[in-house]
């Protein structure tokens, strides 16, 4: 398939209204196989998954069609174009009048039918019929229905629709012949009278569709059945739905050391060729101290964030998590939720802000506003970093409890409950939400698609990690290396004179004293010294201050900033550096600055504190109003602050 097709970019619908190529959309159910088409077709890398509602948005890509190029549209999925929910509004809007900007409805129509749930999927061609596209079938999973022992004529189909079927089946086999069907548009038959919309006669034109066609439905998978009855179980499930993710945070630790450490090992190589090969001493400090510091500090997590999109993309694909939102429904529901909303949640692992917008595929406005409050509270990739090093400060990575065989590192099981704590809070601060706005509205249908397990393909898991480590890498090049760099230039300004320095009584010979001098006398000194008043009851000193607000921009930065100021007191060993840091002025002056208040104060707040200006904008966007996100930001940082304040006293107590 790849002589006849090429890929741009995936982006959002909204393209220019003067582009005359033809456009194909893509219609059918969730997980009936259209994103994967939809990659195959276009060369682009949509995200997939075994749960309804990962595709929100519209999507375009160009597929080259003998000479002709065409544009390929990834609706979201939908079993009905009769809308309860955003996103199934986007694809009933697209169909019958084009996008809300103007562009009008799509050339033609290409509707997928899972083979496997066909009676399902004929209600909504028939739907489709009735706005009157050019229409032709994709039939997919037919080697599953085959495999599963059921069976269908794909000729009597075809003459039953009146259209045009073409199967398309795992591995590519069903391409070429499409790619045909679709440059002889213009030849498709023309669409039948569209089946009646009254439910009864509807019954009766999918019926003998699918006894013209001589369907026989796929036989129960009994392996399948007997693992979904434990996984599915109300107390087994659940039990075996934490066990998972506990391994999945011990591995994040035990793991990714070897690769850490490797990476700690190079930056710390690279910083010894700075110090020796260049002379220049501004530049030799930026790299030394804004690159290799404060980026290199953030890269040096790399591995476990790699690691943890690792163990979620083959849970994702082995068709266990469309399991754990069926067994985390029951959770939902005690928070006035439903298992819709995992989903949105559990994008949040990533970020938040995917996780907001996967909303729009909740039925309930009232559903969507508390899940997009509580998604923030979600561990997400970037907080990670923040965790790691500071669990690395507090805990030694030997230290492990339990007895014989069943001993666990400690470090991971902070991690663990670290990550239970911020789902706990957003599940509690989405049953607050819900309280307070009210409970007028119906209850609507939770319809999720149980898959059968499947060994996960390499490719779709390597590519999922690739994309979570190509977003890192993204923002690490970009916001972090460009928050780095200001930081950098307010630690080194205003510089100081030898003569200054010796008035002062600083040793002008000893680089760790002058650096040390500097950096207390700086301008990001000052301002992380004006909001003491602040945060100096959470244990925080001005260095922390400094972090606190960077991470405004991305929560990595505070690891960044740490890095930057470690790397400036002692660029050889800047994580004992940051280890053996001691409060700089104040009536704890001389005390260590990691000590374990400190530090349980700063994980809880960062648990807490909405540290995204990027998560605020989207809040924004899809509240379509700036109270909500004013309320989250303004309430999450003061119970941030509260929850750290009393994390800080538990454990000074139990010191």
């Given at each position: 398939?790849?002589?006849?097709?090429?890929?741009?970019?995936?982006?959002?619908?909204?393209?220019?209204?003067?582009?005359?190529?033809?456009?194909?959309?893509?219609?059918?159910?969730?997980?009936?196989?259209?994103?994967?088409?939809?990659?195959?077709?276009?060369?682009?890398?949509?995200?997939?998954?075994?749960?309804?509602?990962?595709?929100?948005?519209?999507?375009?890509?160009?597929?080259?069609?003998?000479?002709?190029?065409?544009?390929?549209?990834?609706?979201?999925?939908?079993?009905?174009?009769?809308?309860?929910?955003?996103?199934?509004?986007?694809?009933?809007?697209?169909?019958?009048?084009?996008?809300?900007?103007?562009e009008t409805p799509p050339d033609a129509a290409l509707v997928l039918l899972d083979a496997t749930t066909l009676r399902r999927s004929l209600n909504l061609l028939a739907q489709v019929l009735q706005v009157e596209l050019p229409t032709a079938v994709v039939l997919t999973f037919g080697d599953e229905l085959q495999r599963r022992g059921g069976a269908l004529d794909v000729a009597a189909l075809e003459r039953a629709l009146g259209l045009r079927v073409i199967p398309?089946?795992?591995?590519?086999?069903?391409?070429?012949?499409?790619?045909?069907?679709?440059?002889?548009?213009?030849?498709?038959?023309?669409?039948?009278?569209?089946?009646?919309t009254d439910p009864t006669q509807l019954r009766g034109w999918v019926g003998s569709v699918l006894e013209t066609a001589g369907y026989v439905g796929p036989q129960p998978d009994r392996r399948t059945g007997r693992i979904d009855d434990v996984l599915l179980h109300p107390v087994a499930g659940t039990l075996i739905f934490l066990a998972v993710m506990f391994a999945v945070f011990q591995a994040i630790f035990s793991l990714a050391a070897p690769a850490q450490e490797?990476?700690?090992?190079?930056?710390?190589?690279?910083?010894?060729?700075?110090?020796?090969?260049?002379?220049?001493?501004?530049?030799?400090?930026?790299?030394?101290?804004?690159?290799?510091?404060?980026?290199?500090?953030?890269?040096?997590?790399?591995?476990?964030?790699?690691?943890?999109?690792?163990?979620?993309?083959?849970?994702?694909?082995?068709?266990?998590?469309?399991?754990?939102?069926?067994?985390?429904?029951?959770?939902?529901?005690?928070?006035?939720?439903?298992?819709?909303?995992?989903?949105?949640?559990?994008?949040?692992?990533?970020?938040?802000?995917?996780?907001?917008?996967?909303?729009?595929?909740?039925?309930?406005?009232?559903?969507?506003?508390?899940?997009?409050?509580?998604?923030?509270?979600?561990?997400?990739?970037?907080?990670?970093?923040?965790?790691?090093?500071?669990?690395?400060?507090?805990?030694?990575?030997?230290?492990?409890?339990?007895?014989?065989?069943?001993?666990?590192?400690?470090?991971?099981?902070?991690?663990?409950?670290?990550?239970?704590?911020?789902?706990?809070?957003?599940?509690?601060?989405?049953?607050?939400?819900?309280?307070?706005?009210?409970?007028?509205?119906?209850?609507?249908?939770?319809?999720?698609?149980?898959?059968?397990?499947?060994?996960?393909?390499?490719?779709?898991?390597?590519?999922?990690?690739?994309?979570?480590?190509?977003?890192?890498?993204?923002?690490?090049?970009?916001?972090?290396?460009?928050?780095?760099?200001?930081?950098?230039?307010?630690?080194?300004?205003?510089?100081?004179?030898?003569?200054?320095?010796?008035?002062?009584?600083?040793?002008?010979?000893?680089?760790?004293?002058?650096?040390?001098?500097?950096?207390?006398?700086?301008?990001?000194?000052?301002?992380?010294?004006?909001?003491?008043?602040?945060?100096?009851?959470?244990?925080?000193?001005?260095?922390?201050?400094?972090?606190?607000?960077?991470?405004?921009?991305?929560?990595?930065?505070?690891?960044?900033?740490?890095?930057?100021?470690?790397?400036?007191?002692?660029?050889?060993?800047?994580?004992?550096?940051?280890?053996?840091?001691?409060?700089?002025?104040?009536?704890?002056?001389?005390?260590?600055?990691?000590?374990?208040?400190?530090?349980?104060?700063?994980?809880?707040?960062?648990?807490?504190?909405?540290?995204?200006?990027?998560?605020?904008?989207?809040?924004?966007?899809?509240?379509?109003?700036?109270?909500?996100?004013?309320?989250?930001?303004?309430?999450?940082?003061?119970?941030?602050?509260?929850?750290?304040?009393?994390?800080?006293?538990?454990?000074?107590?139990?010191?």
């Amino acid at each position: 398939m790849g002589a006849h097709h090429h890929g741009t970019t995936a982006a959002p619908v909204g393209g220019s209204q003067a582009d005359t190529r033809r456009r194909f959309a893509l219609v059918g159910s969730p997980n009936s196989g259209k994103t994967t088409l939809f990659n195959a077709l276009t060369g682009l890398r949509a995200k997939t998954g075994n749960y309804p509602g990962v595709t929100v948005s519209r999507y375009q890509g160009t597929a080259r069609i003998g000479q002709e190029s065409v544009i390929i549209e990834d609706l979201p999925g939908t079993y009905s174009l009769d809308p309860i929910s955003p996103d199934e509004a986007i694809v009933a809007q697209a169909l019958e009048t084009g996008s809300s900007d103007g562009e009008t409805p799509p050339d033609a129509a290409l509707v997928l039918l899972d083979a496997t749930t066909l009676r399902r999927s004929l209600n909504l061609l028939a739907q489709v019929l009735q706005v009157e596209l050019p229409t032709a079938v994709v039939l997919t999973f037919g080697d599953e229905l085959q495999r599963r022992g059921g069976a269908l004529d794909v000729a009597a189909l075809e003459r039953a629709l009146g259209l045009r079927v073409i199967p398309v089946v795992a591995g590519g086999a069903g391409l070429a012949t499409l790619r045909a069907a679709l440059a002889e548009v213009d030849s498709w038959p023309e669409v039948p009278l569209p089946p009646p919309t009254d439910p009864t006669q509807l019954r009766g034109w999918v019926g003998s569709v699918l006894e013209t066609a001589g369907y026989v439905g796929p036989q129960p998978d009994r392996r399948t059945g007997r693992i979904d009855d434990v996984l599915l179980h109300p107390v087994a499930g659940t039990l075996i739905f934490l066990a998972v993710m506990f391994a999945v945070f011990q591995a994040i630790f035990s793991l990714a050391a070897p690769a850490q450490e490797a990476i700690e090992s190079a930056f710390g190589a690279l910083g010894g060729m700075v110090t020796e090969r260049i002379s220049h001493p501004l530049l030799a400090d930026f790299l030394g101290t804004a690159v290799l510091g404060g980026v290199g500090g953030v890269l040096v997590f790399l591995p476990q964030i790699a690691l943890l999109f690792l163990l979620i993309s083959l849970l994702e694909a082995s068709g266990y998590l469309s399991r754990a939102a069926i067994v985390t429904d029951r959770l939902m529901a005690k928070a006035g939720l439903e298992g819709r909303a995992f989903v949105a949640l559990l994008s949040s692992l990533a970020c938040a802000i995917p996780g907001i917008m996967a909303t729009r595929t909740l039925p309930s406005a009232r559903d969507r506003l508390a899940t997009m409050l509580s998604a923030p509270l979600m561990t997400c990739s970037a907080r990670l970093p923040v965790y790691l090093l500071l669990i690395g400060l507090l805990i030694p990575s030997e230290a492990r409890v339990g007895v014989g065989p069943l001993t666990v590192g400690v470090q991971g099981l902070v991690l663990f409950a670290l990550y239970v704590g911020g789902a706990v809070s957003a599940m509690t601060v989405a049953w607050l939400v819900s309280r307070l706005t009210g409970r007028h509205e119906p209850v609507l249908p939770f319809v999720m698609e149980m898959p059968p397990y499947r060994a996960p393909s390499a490719r779709s898991v390597a590519l999922a990690v690739w994309d979570a480590v190509f977003v890192f890498l993204r923002k690490v090049t970009t916001i972090i290396l460009a928050t780095t760099v200001l930081l950098w230039a307010l630690l080194a300004l205003p510089a100081r004179g030898d003569e200054e320095l010796a008035a002062a009584g600083v040793d002008t010979g000893d680089p760790a004293a002058v650096a040390t001098y500097q950096i207390d006398h700086s301008l990001a000194a000052g301002i992380g010294r004006a909001v003491e008043p602040v945060f100096d009851p959470l244990g925080f000193d001005w260095r922390i201050n400094v972090g606190v607000i960077a991470s405004l921009s991305a929560r990595e930065v505070f690891v960044a900033t740490l890095g930057q100021v470690a790397a400036a007191e002692d660029p050889e060993e800047p994580t004992q550096a940051l280890a053996a840091m001691t409060v700089a002025d104040g009536p704890r002056a001389g005390q260590p600055l990691f000590t374990g208040p400190t530090i349980a104060a700063l994980l809880v707040f960062f648990m807490y504190a909405l540290q995204c200006m990027s998560t605020v904008a989207v809040l924004r966007r899809e509240s379509v109003s700036w109270r909500w996100p004013a309320i989250a930001f303004g309430s999450y940082f003061a119970l941030a602050w509260v929850m750290a304040f009393l994390a800080r006293t538990v454990v000074a107590a139990l010191s």
